[in-house]
């Protein structure tokens, strides 16, 4: 769909007609091709012309990669969308990978050299995740949400427990413990691997609806259909809570390969300088 | 022995009052007799507390006495003082019975039987000495009051306050703070309040915190039990007080007992009077609210201006320079402002309803431009909505889009502009000067008052407007001959959001031509009403059934507040007959709208956006911010991009609003066609950018009517941003805060920030190369922003 020249429903990857594909394509042709020709005597390192030329495009590659961190918090300047910056990153990130292993000449090692190749793989990695997550949620989330946003699931959540007491009011001890002790016992989220997971083995609400439903059986009469409204509740309740923590691990997927990506792009400077002030020390 | 002075000033209002001050200035032998104990009773009976405004802000003040914007017990303090300053020789419960005599020689009873004489007098009475009484049986009961001191003062009562005005209403939801309050509406809505005040009125009936009787009248009144006449029957309320807001009215036996004439019998009718405020009986001088004039500073100034008159002195009004300094270029070829008000007077059919006092207030807000000819006044697509008149010279309005050669010259006396002005959209035609010309443009704001409030200008605009809106939006080609029949029974019709313009299975009873606002058009598809299109201003519908002579085949309804010419099918038939191009076009679109109908009937979702979107007020919209849910990661970089580039506050809010179908909605300003925010800004601070941009600009007070008004919530009162750190010293070392965090980060919490609080609102970035920040800083391409034709448009929702 095309609004106001603005391509919308159309992914990142697809961007101006794959044009940064094709920027970064024909980068990794060349140095595959400069790679092929190029048979020094020593064989293929980061020492010869091609290494060195190799090492600076990648070096200047980092940074420019990095600069992106910088340049989404610049807003209002530039003549270039954040998209057109976006989309640039990912592919030239991709071609790095190449490059950068190309430089090396595949040789590795246990040095600082091959840490920061290692640090440079993590990055790009954790980038590829974070670039399938991007393709992948939005619309699970979309579709998950149904038209609300997590305060609108929380607020209906709210209102089925005042009205899950109500309904258990009027029935015996056991049952009101279980409705209190769901109603109390309940999280939406919590920590890393909870939020990651999305679910929740232990849920209280869950654990209360099978005990009611097994336990609803023994009532007659006026409690029966009480017991009934209960178990209506609570399975609505299981419901919706599970519509909201599958909100919570989306989220949580968004943002957490943030967490590797951007700390290791700063590994990875600090281990990229180290490494070219040691090739410079021992010249 | 009787007194004798040089002048008697009746009424110690802002005029009366000032024209004592300026009398004792002067020295003059004058009396200030006032009914009460105090000075000005209309401002002392403001609310306490009440803010004051010195409206019109451009008209400079003229007056021996001070005023500016304040609360009420400030203004009537420094009144107070000045008076006893300057020496005004004041008499308090003087209340004048009878004036007798004429120039020189006048004789003012007063209520206790003394007499004084004068040689001139000024009447500065006002109308607020005058309120409309509650006229029902049992209306004298001593629970029933007319005016509302401290809201405060009551606590736990039941109280009905009668009147739907300002007043009623303001009276209304001060005291349903502590109180059971009922409001008593004679009409079944709110109509002629200001719309902040609507907005409140309605949202606490909403809220059950006022009881509204719509449609009512008061009919009888015992203590503590009103009846009212309501449409079902009657409706009895009990009561501990009434409050009656009705209003006030000249007091015409007593003006009249003067031997002052009015012009006619309305209740609204004012006396008529010379340019220097003198009545038909020479000597006596009317100011203030009775003039016409009710503004403070607009009475205050005229109070100061007859004093001097009556000393002989022909002094220009407090505006002259304004206006001198408007018609700067005129007067340096020898003519002066009072020649070129009376050229525009009786140049302007349009304006010769005024009076010359209205004109020189209307001309205030306008621009005088002298454009050579050629030169382009505006462009087709521009979104300037400001009027011109030509008073000298001509313009040629290049009518055909296709074809520059195509124009229709206007003369002195014409104006142009109407179209964009009413229907709130971009230009329609580029207008080019057509000699050496003098034009005036008048603002919106301006203009969209004067229409509503004087009727001959409404009246003689919308006769030129009709026919120029049937051949710009119809046909450049159409002849006077061939559209004559049709404009002969062609009518103005008003419609509500949601109103039916016309219904599917009707016979056909005309064609209606949008002017403004705009429809949707649904069928009935297996038993439910599916929107198979929306249709803008600027075109027309009904036309199916006119031509296929069958009955409708669609419900037409209006999306938002419109206005449509209606036109007679068979006299549009005959007009179709005379001009075969028009037929050829008319009947291209029918056949449009035919397939449209199929393929839309085949895909119901499409419909159901458009009703979604129609449903959150799009169709008002000139260019919207939509974010595809199904590409947003939720990174809120759109918010802080838009905080970061104004001052730290976000003016659009990402998660909040409705989604629908992938679409998202967020809390943004839709930049309308005709904007909620600008009808009510005191100091005229909102505009319309050439592109359509809505923003406010540096002359904002901080006032809030336009956040109030905004039936979007987008516009929010900010102070300005505490200086923060750049943003490596942020990145690297944490310093201040990042881009869009606190101390502005969330809409509605507290803000960091001190100093006045202003409005904002988004400004589209107007002023950033490149366009709207929020849009620009989207990764993944999630947020656009587009205008509602493209939206609706069938193509872009079939592609989905």
Redesign the interface.
């Known amino acids: 769909m095309k609004l106001a020249g603005v391509s919308i429903h159309k992914s990142i990857i697809e961007y101006r007609g794959f044009f940064y594909l094709k920027l970064a394509a024909g980068l990794v042709l060349l140095s595959v091709a400069a790679y092929w020709v190029h048979q020094p005597l020593a064989g293929p390192n980061g020492g010869t012309w091609l290494g060195y030329t190799l090492g600076t495009i990648g070096a200047l590659l980092i940074v420019w990669l990095a600069w992106f961190g910088i340049r989404k918090r610049r807003y209002g300047v530039g003549r270039l969308l954040l998209e057109d910056w976006l989309s640039g990153h990912i592919y030239l990130g991709v071609a790095l990978l190449i490059i950068a292993t190309l430089h090396s000449g595949f040789q590795f090692g246990w040095n600082v050299h091959t840490l920061a190749y290692v640090l440079m793989v993590g990055v790009i990695v954790s980038g590829a995740f974070g670039l399938l997550v991007y393709l992948r949620v939005p619309a699970l989330r979309t579709e998950n949400r149904q038209n609300m946003s997590l305060d609108d699931m929380m607020a209906l959540i709210a209102g089925l427990s005042k009205e899950i007491y109500q309904a258990a009011s009027t029935l015996d001890d056991e049952v009101g413990q279980l409705v209190q002790e769901a109603d109390q016992r309940t999280r939406i989220g919590g920590g890393f691997w909870r939020q990651l997971s999305g679910t929740d083995p232990h849920c209280a609400t869950t654990r209360a609806l099978n005990k009611v439903r097994a336990r609803a059986e023994q009532f007659s009469g006026a409690d029966a259909d009480a017991a009934r409204q209960l178990v209506t509740l609570l399975a609505r309740k299981v419901e919706l809570l599970a519509r909201a923590r599958r909100d919570v691990r989306h989220h949580a997927l968004l943002k957490v390969w943030l967490y590797f990506h951007v700390p290791m792009t700063v590994g990875l400077i600090a281990a990229l300088l180290i490494h070219i002030f040691v090739v410079f020390l021992y010249w | 022995m009787v007194e004798r002075y040089q002048v008697a000033i009746v009424g110690s209002g802002p005029c009366g009052m000032s024209a004592g001050g300026r009398a004792a200035e002067r020295g003059m032998n004058h009396i200030l007799l006032e009914r009460t104990d105090h000075l000005s009773d209309t401002i002392y009976k403001y609310q306490k507390g009440k803010h004051v405004m010195a409206t019109p802000d451009i008209l400079p003040l003229r007056s021996s006495m001070p005023f500016e914007a304040g609360r009420r017990e400030e203004i009537l303090q420094a009144w107070g003082d000045t008076t006893k300053n300057l020496g005004v020789n004041v008499r308090y419960n003087a209340e004048v019975t009878a004036i007798k005599g004429q120039k020189g020689n006048f004789e003012l009873t007063l209520r206790a039987g003394e007499k004084i004489v004068a040689e001139n007098v000024v009447l500065g009475i006002g109308l607020q000495g005058n309120l409309r009484k509650l006229a029902v049986p049992g209306g004298d009961w001593s629970g029933v009051q007319y005016q509302l001191d401290d809201p405060d003062e009551y606590e736990s009562e039941r109280i009905v306050v009668i009147g739907a005005g300002d007043a009623g209403i303001e009276n209304a939801l001060a005291l349903a703070k502590q109180n059971t309050v009922f409001i008593v509406n004679r009409r079944d809505e709110f109509a002629r309040v200001k719309e902040a005040n609507q907005k409140a009125i309605l949202e606490a009936i909403e809220a059950g915190q006022i009881t509204c009787y719509y449609s009512a009248d008061p009919k009888s009144l015992t203590p503590g039990r009103l009846v009212l006449t309501v449409p079902d029957g009657e409706a009895v309320v009990e009561c501990d007080r009434i409050i009656a807001r009705l209003g006030a009215i000249a007091p015409r036996k007593f003006v009249e007992s003067c031997g002052i004439v009015f012009p006619n019998d309305s209740a609204e009718a004012l006396p008529e009077l010379s340019p220097r405020y003198e009545s038909n009986v020479p000597g006596l001088y009317i100011v203030g609210a009775l003039a016409g004039f009710p503004l403070i500073k607009q009475a205050m100034n005229q109070g100061y201006e007859v004093v001097e008159f009556i000393l002989g002195n022909d002094i220009k009004p407090a505006d002259q320079p304004l206006l001198e300094e408007k018609f700067r270029a005129l007067l340096d070829r020898g003519r002066s402002v009072d020649e070129i008000i009376e050229l525009i007077r009786t140049r302007m059919p349009l304006m010769s309803g005024l009076t010359p006092l209205q004109l020189r207030e209307f001309l205030l807000d306008g621009a005088v431009h002298f454009p050579k000819k050629g030169e382009v006044v505006f462009e087709r697509n521009d979104y300037t909505n400001s009027f011109f008149m030509i008073i000298d010279g001509g313009a040629e309005i290049l009518i055909d889009p296709t074809n520059p050669a195509v124009r229709v010259n206007l003369g002195p006396g014409e104006f142009f502009g109407e179209i964009g002005l009413i229907a709130g959209r971009r230009r329609s035609a580029t207008v080019l000067s057509g000699g050496d010309s003098f034009m005036i443009e008048c603002p919106r704001r301006s203009m969209i008052k004067l229409i509503n409030s004087v009727e001959s200008v409404a009246r003689a605009m919308n006769e030129v407007a009709m026919v120029r809106q049937l051949r710009t939006y119809l046909s450049p080609h159409l002849t006077n001959e061939a559209l004559a029949p049709v404009l002969a029974n062609a009518e103005i019709r008003y419609y509500k959001p949601g109103q039916v313009l016309f219904t599917e299975g009707e016979p056909d009873n005309g064609v209606y031509l949008i002017r403004k606002g705009s429809v949707t058009v649904a069928r009935q598809i297996a038993g439910r009403d599916v929107i198979i299109a929306y249709v803008a201003a600027g075109n027309y519908v009904g036309e199916m059934a006119l031509l296929n002579q069958a009955p409708r085949n669609a419900t037409v309804k209006a999306a938002i507040n419109t206005e449509v010419i209606w036109m007679d099918s068979a006299r549009f038939r005959q007009m179709l007959d005379a001009a075969p191009e028009l037929r050829g076009e008319v009947e291209q679109r029918l056949l449009t709208r035919l397939v449209e109908g199929e393929t839309m009937k085949a895909r119901p979702e499409a419909g159901n956006i458009i009703q979604f979107l129609v449903e959150q007020g799009v169709g008002e919209a000139t260019d919207i911010l939509?974010i595809?849910?199904?590409?947003?990661?939720?990174?809120d970089?759109c918010e802080?991009?838009c905080a970061?580039?104004h001052g730290g506050v976000s003016r659009l809010d990402r998660?909040?609003g409705?989604?629908?179908s992938?679409i998202h909605v967020p809390t943004s300003c839709r930049h309308c066609e005709h904007p909620h925010c600008m009808a009510d800004c005191p100091p005229n601070a909102i505009h319309r950018a050439v592109d359509g941009e809505v923003y406010i600009d540096s002359s904002c007070i901080g006032c809030g009517n336009c956040s109030r008004n905004c039936p979007y919530g987008v516009i929010h009162m900010a102070s300005k941003e505490p200086p923060k750190a750049g943003?490596?010293a942020w990145?690297l070392f944490g310093f201040g805060h990042?881009?869009g965090q606190d101390p502005s980060h969330k809409w509605g919490q507290k803000k960091g920030g001190d100093g006045p609080k202003l409005a904002v609102k988004c400004d589209m970035?107007k002023d950033?190369p490149?366009g709207a920040?929020c849009?620009?800083?989207?990764?993944?391409?999630?947020a656009?922003?587009?205008?509602p034709e493209?939206?609706f448009s069938l193509a872009?929702l079939t592609?989905?």
């Open positions: 939509l595809d849910e199904t590409l947003c990661v939720g990174c970089n802080k991009a970061e580039t998660e909040a409705p989604t629908f992938g943003l490596l990145m990042g881009p970035c950033l490149g920040a849009v620009r800083a989207c990764p993944t391409g999630a656009v922003r587009v205008s493209r939206f872009e592609a989905r």
